[in-house]
């Protein structure tokens, strides 16, 4: 029913392409990851806490998460392998790769980023080691996207050399942190810093919050923040501070120091720019965030690609057996363009983690622009790969009929698990939001703030003209692109260089038309700042979603280029042109609407897409094979027994049991 | 910051419009459900299931679901009150939802349509008082979708009178069978008859399947579907028979009847046409489905509107206090929209209960063609509003932040319940087939068949010339489309005439299209008959969309039109304008691709969308009022707590504590 590939692919080599420069990381994984790490279907909430911590010591750990901190604490400075272990993890159990990431990634990231040689020395070896687990506690009840809003409040005595740590009210109490609510001895408190009667914004301290034997310290007031729609096996949990004492030496003083008498003092004048400058030392938070969503969608994506070739509902004329679901249409409208999805999203995501362990893995000063427009892309794809999960997983699971519905099947431990993703580390809308700032500003000035509102008229007169900053193979993608005539109607829709063009050029437009009317606000609308922006935030929106793509596009193309094996190259680029042309044919309106397409032509992707469709169909198989994911770690009951139930159907009907036989 | 409204609306008049002809049924359930039926947050599955089980015999019968059952087996004949019924047990718990939908609609009902007198007599009494749990088993392992295609056989011995029912191979199962893994006692099954060595079809036995002690019947093997998605409290279960006796009199023989000697016959001669007429007797089942969805949305609305109308995050600079999140544009995008579509398909649900209430509800003879639109609406009407609630309750949840995640704020719950709907009572994706194949044959033939392949050349055949039936309102729908002048371009994009024709124009293109492509392929694909609707069912599907667009923005306007006070109709009409402006935008590409909107049109109904928002950002609570549903049936902290946070955070702020004010 479909066309055959013209070349065959070896999935080995599709693997290596994708498994891409930390291939020994995710081989580590692969080897050493048997099935007593996988989840367990149906277990309490204590039971996933008690099996996910017991788990934890027995991860990887040179070529694992703690791999980013340096070798004298037990890693070695590959701030990559952190990141890809990450997303190995997450196709594991993502209960187990959430608690990893709270202690490796957010609490021991905390105090190698914030902290300084003596905080290092006194804490990190155990940290890596599992021996002291912790929080990271920023989140308030009350201000969870606008965190330089913090209640908290750390006030500096010099007659006693301390701070007093104090949640004021019930909005200032610590929510939603991990590790908190069972395990947690220490946590890193964010909070606003406060000596010889004056602020400087938020700052944070390492405190002890449970004695040895795992009672709260005194002042400190934990609490469960209960059951959650996913990752049991988590133990969020609230904390409160009533007036408790911490030692000077434990304020976290890379960024700030407090001396003796209380004077303070910081390498940043800014509170604001102190801040977000702070924050951006996290930036692979959300790197593995992003990652961690899309390994999950691999494993959805892979479950219900393999039983929709193994699956069969209604017959057909011309076949003896029933129709396997992936032979339908209307399935392969589902799964196809999300695969290629997936596709282009991996190569924005390798792209990104290589920049970050460049930005940021060297000895040196980090270049501030480059840093911030990491942040941005951080930013950008951690919205797009989490929502791209979302999507996926549920597409997945309704794929899957109503096997896909029940726990044995994995997919709604999938779902649900990565469920908080679109809202944690950072709101996906508000990270949008810091986007297209970034665009708008060219990276300029508190950039990392997330507050778009407060300055709004100060942004509107900064707009910049619009350049576009390539990310990736910056001169083949501008080849690409300048080699389309000016009359693109005469190219063809899988021309890489037009689709490139299309991409740019609603980015552009839309960034220009953001300007402008940003300019207009701030002119006519002097005495309504909020609304300045506000009148526009759904097309600042749209900015920062069509820079997303523009960005993933190309580090799909820089990918393909970089690839040798022809058959692989051939296979990925056809992948591309369903990932290009399914985002052109989605935002179809958009390019009508604005003169890039004409009607003929928007039929035209419309059956480019469907044959597209045609040809990939027989390769679905393949391309989750890419992904490499071992088949212990699916777990999943369809996939072991499906094949025989359709066998022994078929066997039975063929034996014409005059019992199932039409007479 | 927003315009106020022009006439104040009463709520309980706004309340008395949706709740509609049994108004009384919602309010027994308001009044009658109190705080012990409401979902306790965090149970395993074995104490989910014990109390939804011990609350089902302290349901409303009369004004419950048991109501669609004669009075002489303690109903009264009251099928809208049925499946009004479902509708609110489904805003309290959806796990006792389904749990009371299997015992009454699925079981009970179909003991009511597909027995004789003997069964109601001997059995109906008890279901309805819940004495006997049973389940209705259909669905198969290997057979979810093509129910035709059932394995599982029950073959008649004349010698001892009685049935030999038997699952053949493990594909055969039942599975997913609710009320079966550990509370059933009989059960509906269906399977393949065959008597005097001849097939008939799918027909349905009553078979004991547990006895009196609750141990398995000789040769029944009943296991457990295991842990789920949701519906935690629903023991969904996997049955298998191996050769069990079943005596003569417990085939459900009202549509095909076994004499003593094996003699088979039906008033219904064909094997199909009669299997679907006994399916068509179960259209409430999906209408109660599509209901449920419907209502938990509105729990979910009702609950991220509320948390949006108190929480705040972020500055601005012309207030006092942060911003409350209902007050962004980018927030009330996501939030209007959908609850716009909520009204708009509350109204299409309204008007599909009271025809299925008329078409089933009388005593003679039901009209053919009607109960095939019927099944169609329901079908298309079932795929529409469970996937709206998938997105909508997904979408609510993500604008609670991590809040929305947390179980204690009901929203995991919603989402976790709800997923299946979009699968079980017919996969949402075939069953708008079904709505395709119903429009493309103008209902003839084997229309409730859900195989759009089997003989795809035959319906290409029969394909029909467009003819638009209206379903609601007609006359009034056809002047307001009559009054749109020839050039649309001079009438506001809010002319309600100009709104219908814009949602017919698209059905009858679509449909126009596929008939066209429908005929091409029957002439040049005969030798690939699978191929001549497979390589149009994207386009099969994108006619049913439309359909059910069209359907319920009919509805939406005759409630408005039936509507009396002005101020709810005043408001209705806003909302009415931004669902259909919402559905246009969404679907502007297809317009403008073909010719229905010009560039600078569609850009208006993106402004005029703009200023609906902000028009009906003021009644956004009063628009979740209207639902009605009691305050504690929210069951969610956020909202008995946020305000008080955010009260006692301004309160503090106010107070000018040093430690908390700026310097």
Same mark, same amino acid.
């Given at each position: 029913?479909?066309?055959?590939?013209?070349?065959?692919?070896?999935?080995?080599?599709?693997?290596?392409?994708?498994?891409?420069?930390?291939?020994?990381?995710?081989?580590?994984?692969?080897?050493?990851?048997?099935?007593?790490?996988?989840?367990?279907?149906?277990?309490?909430?204590?039971?996933?806490?008690?099996?996910?911590?017991?788990?934890?010591?027995?991860?990887?750990?040179?070529?694992?998460?703690?791999?980013?901190?340096?070798?004298?604490?037990?890693?070695?400075?590959?701030?990559?392998?952190?990141?890809?272990?990450?997303?190995?993890?997450?196709?594991?159990?993502?209960?187990?790769?959430?608690?990893?990431?709270?202690?490796?990634?957010?609490?021991?990231?905390?105090?190698?980023?914030?902290?300084?040689?003596?905080?290092?020395?006194?804490?990190?070896?155990?940290?890596?080691?599992?021996?002291?687990?912790?929080?990271?506690?920023?989140?308030?009840?009350?201000?969870?996207?606008?965190?330089?809003?913090?209640?908290?409040?750390?006030?500096?005595?010099?007659?006693?050399?301390?701070?007093?740590?104090?949640?004021?009210?019930?909005?200032?109490?610590?929510?939603?942190?991990?590790?908190?609510?069972?395990?947690?001895?220490?946590?890193?408190?964010?909070?606003?810093?406060?000596?010889?009667?004056?602020?400087?914004?938020?700052?944070?301290?390492?405190?002890?919050?449970?004695?040895?034997?795992?009672?709260?310290?005194?002042?400190?007031?934990?609490?469960?923040?209960?059951?959650?729609?996913?990752?049991?096996?988590?133990?969020?949990?609230?904390?409160?501070?009533?007036?408790?004492?911490?030692?000077?030496?434990?304020?976290?003083?890379?960024?700030?120091?407090?001396?003796?008498?209380?004077?303070?003092?910081?390498?940043?004048?800014?509170?604001?720019?102190?801040?977000?400058?702070?924050?951006?030392?996290?930036?692979?938070?959300?790197?593995?965030?992003?990652?961690?969503?899309?390994?999950?969608?691999?494993?959805?994506?892979?479950?219900?690609?393999?039983?929709?070739?193994?699956?069969?509902?209604?017959?057909?004329?011309?076949?003896?057996?029933?129709?396997?679901?992936?032979?339908?249409?209307?399935?392969?409208?589902?799964?196809?363009?999300?695969?290629?999805?997936?596709?282009?999203?991996?190569?924005?995501?390798?792209?990104?983690?290589?920049?970050?362990? +460049?930005?940021? @893995? !060297?000895? &040196?000063?980090?270049? #501030?622009? %480059?840093?911030?427009? /990491?942040?941005?892309?951080?930013?950008?794809?951690?919205?797009?790969?989490?929502?791209?999960?979302?999507?996926?997983?549920?597409?997945?699971? +309704?794929?899957? @009929? !109503?096997? &896909?519905?029940?726990? #044995?099947? %994995?997919?709604?431990? /999938?779902?649900?698990?990565?469920?908080?993703?679109?809202?944690?580390?950072?709101?996906?809308?508000?990270?949008?939001?810091?986007?297209?700032?970034?665009?708008?500003? !060219?990276?300029?000035?508190?950039?990392?703030?997330?507050?778009?509102?407060?300055?709004?008229?100060?942004?509107?007169?900064?707009?910049?003209?619009?350049?576009?900053?390539?990310?990736?193979?910056?001169?083949?993608?501008?080849?690409?692109?300048?080699?389309?005539?000016?009359?693109?109607?005469?190219?063809?829709?899988?021309?890489?260089?037009?689709?490139?063009?299309?991409?740019?050029?609603?980015?552009?437009?839309?960034?220009?038309?953001?300007?402008?009317?940003?300019?207009?606000?701030?002119?006519?609308?002097?005495?309504?700042?909020?609304?300045?922006?506000?009148?526009?935030?759904?097309?600042?929106?749209?900015?920062?979603?069509?820079?997303?793509?523009?960005?993933?596009?190309?580090?799909?193309?820089?990918?393909?280029?970089?690839?040798?094996?022809?058959?692989?190259?051939?296979?990925?680029?056809?992948?591309?042109?369903?990932?290009?042309?399914?985002?052109?044919?989605?935002?179809?309106?958009?390019?009508?609407?604005?003169?890039?397409?004409?009607?003929?032509?928007?039929?035209?992707?419309?059956?480019?897409?469907?044959?597209?469709?045609?040809?990939?169909?027989?390769?679905?198989?393949?391309?989750?094979?890419?992904?490499?994911?071992?088949?212990?770690?699916?777990?999943?009951?369809?996939?072991?027994?499906?094949?025989?139930?359709?066998?022994?159907?078929?066997?039975?009907?063929?034996?014409?049991?005059?019992?199932?036989?039409?007479?």
């Amino acid at each position: 029913m479909s066309s055959q590939p013209s070349v065959p692919v070896d999935v080995a080599r599709l693997r290596e392409v994708l498994d891409g420069r930390w291939a020994e990381v995710r081989e580590a994984h692969r080897t050493e990851l048997d099935d007593s790490f996988l989840p367990v279907y149906g277990e309490t909430g204590d039971q996933a806490r008690e099996r996910i911590t017991g788990l934890l010591p027995r991860l990887p750990v040179t070529m694992g998460m703690p791999a980013a901190f340096p070798a004298e604490y037990g890693g070695r400075s590959d701030i990559g392998a952190s990141i890809v272990a990450t997303e190995m993890l997450a196709q594991v159990d993502l209960s187990l790769m959430v608690k990893a990431g709270v202690q490796w990634g957010l609490f021991g990231g905390a105090v190698l980023s914030l902290g300084t040689r003596r905080h290092h020395d006194a804490y990190l070896r155990d940290i890596v080691a599992g021996d002291i687990l912790g929080c990271f506690a920023m989140t308030e009840t009350g201000h969870g996207s606008d965190v330089q809003q913090l209640r908290t409040t750390c006030t500096y005595d010099p007659a006693t050399q301390t701070f007093d740590l104090h949640t004021p009210h019930q909005a200032a109490r610590k929510d939603y942190i991990g590790n908190a609510a069972r395990d947690g001895r220490m946590a890193v408190v964010f909070a606003q810093l406060i000596t010889n009667g004056q602020r400087h914004g938020v700052h944070a301290w390492l405190v002890p919050i449970r004695d040895a034997a795992g009672n709260p310290m005194p002042g400190v007031t934990i609490g469960d923040a209960g059951p959650k729609a996913g990752l049991l096996g988590v133990d969020n949990g609230r904390l409160s501070f009533d007036h408790v004492t911490v030692p000077r030496d434990m304020l976290l003083d890379r960024y700030g120091q407090v001396a003796a008498d209380g004077t303070y003092s910081s390498p940043i004048e800014n509170d604001s720019r102190r801040f977000f400058t702070m924050l951006g030392t996290l930036v692979r938070g959300r790197a593995s965030v992003g990652g961690a969503a899309a390994a999950a969608t691999k494993v959805a994506l892979t479950v219900a690609v393999r039983y929709g070739d193994i699956r069969r509902q209604f017959s057909s004329p011309d076949a003896e057996r029933e129709v396997l679901l992936n032979d339908y249409l209307a399935h392969q409208r589902k799964l196809l363009p999300a695969l290629a999805t997936t596709y282009a999203l991996h190569f924005a995501q390798a792209e990104l983690v290589a920049a970050i362990d +460049e930005v940021q @893995g !060297g000895d &040196g000063p980090v270049d #501030e622009h %480059r840093q911030r427009e /990491l942040e941005s892309r951080a930013a950008g794809l951690k919205a797009a790969q989490t929502w791209h999960a979302t999507r996926t997983i549920q597409m997945c699971r +309704e794929a899957c @009929g !109503g096997a &896909g519905y029940l726990a #044995e099947n %994995r997919l709604p431990g /999938l779902k649900a698990d990565t469920d908080v993703f679109t809202t944690f580390e950072g709101d996906n809308t508000v990270l949008l939001q810091l986007v297209a700032k970034g665009l708008l500003t !060219g990276y300029r000035d508190e950039f990392g703030s997330l507050d778009g509102w407060g300055r709004a008229s100060f942004v509107a007169e900064q707009v910049r003209e619009m350049v576009l900053e390539r990310t990736a193979a910056r001169s083949l993608i501008e080849r690409l692109v300048s080699a389309v005539p000016g009359r693109d109607e005469e190219v063809a829709v899988t021309d890489r260089g037009w689709q490139l063009k299309a991409f740019e050029d609603r980015e552009r437009h839309l960034l220009d038309g953001a300007v402008r009317r940003l300019r207009n606000g701030a002119s006519t609308k002097k005495d309504r700042p909020f609304d300045i922006f506000n009148d526009v935030q759904d097309h600042v929106l749209a900015v920062a979603a069509a820079h997303v793509d523009r960005v993933t596009l190309e580090a799909f193309v820089a990918g393909i280029e970089a690839t040798s094996d022809p058959a692989v190259k051939a296979l990925l680029s056809r992948v591309c042109d369903l990932y290009a042309l399914s985002v052109i044919e989605a935002h179809k309106g958009w390019f009508l609407e604005h003169g890039r397409l004409t009607p003929a032509r928007a039929k035209v992707i419309t059956a480019v897409v469907n044959n597209l469709l045609k040809e990939l169909r027989p390769q679905m198989g393949t391309l989750v094979d890419g992904f490499g994911i071992p088949p212990t770690w699916l777990h999943c009951a369809i996939l072991r027994e499906e094949a025989d139930r359709q066998e022994a159907m078929a066997a039975h009907d063929a034996a014409g049991d005059p019992q199932t036989v039409a007479a």
